[in-house]
């Protein structure tokens, strides 16, 4: 068969696409590499790029947002779109998140750390929660 191919080999002239260390990228790396696109996730030390949001996504979130911040507490914040560093090799962007308040440092802030989201499944009473995770698993 042919030879290795590199994403340099493949990327168009005047386009170079980052080359990842041999151990991965790390969370330090996400936020100094110099233009990426945004909403890039760095899952498991790969370079995730979203794709295209389509405007049902965009939709369903946003009457989401709306429902969690009319009913969440006020020690609690709903925040879209921002990495969650999870470790050093994983720093998701999920569409919403709950976050502890005193978690907000400024509004520059690019990230949040997974200590500072909310467990949502915590809140619900244990009869329910013992009621529902039977049903879930998958024989």
Not at 51 to 70: C, E, K, N, W, Y
Not at 92 to 99: F, L, N, W
Not at 127 to 132: E, F, N, P, Q, V
Request: glycine share 6%; net charge neutral; aromatic share 4%.
């Amino acid at each position: 068969m042919g030879g290795a191919m590199t994403a340099e080999s493949i990327a168009e002239p005047g386009c170079r696409w980052p080359v990842p260390p041999q151990d991965g990228y790390t969370v330090d790396d996400l936020f100094t590499l110099p233009d990426l696109p945004p909403h890039t996730e760095l899952i498991d030390g790969s370079l995730v790029f979203a794709s295209p949001q389509r405007d049902f996504h965009s939709t369903v979130i946003d009457l989401l947002m709306a429902g969690l911040r009319r009913t969440v507490p006020p020690e609690l914040k709903v925040r879209r779109e921002m990495t969650v560093v999870l470790d050093r090799r994983n720093g998701p962007e999920p569409d919403i998140c709950i976050v502890r308040a005193e978690a907000r440092a400024h509004l520059e802030q690019t990230r949040f750390q997974a200590a500072d989201l909310d467990p949502l499944p915590s809140r619900r009473p244990p009869a329910r929660r013992r009621g529902r995770l039977p049903r879930l698993r998958v024989p």
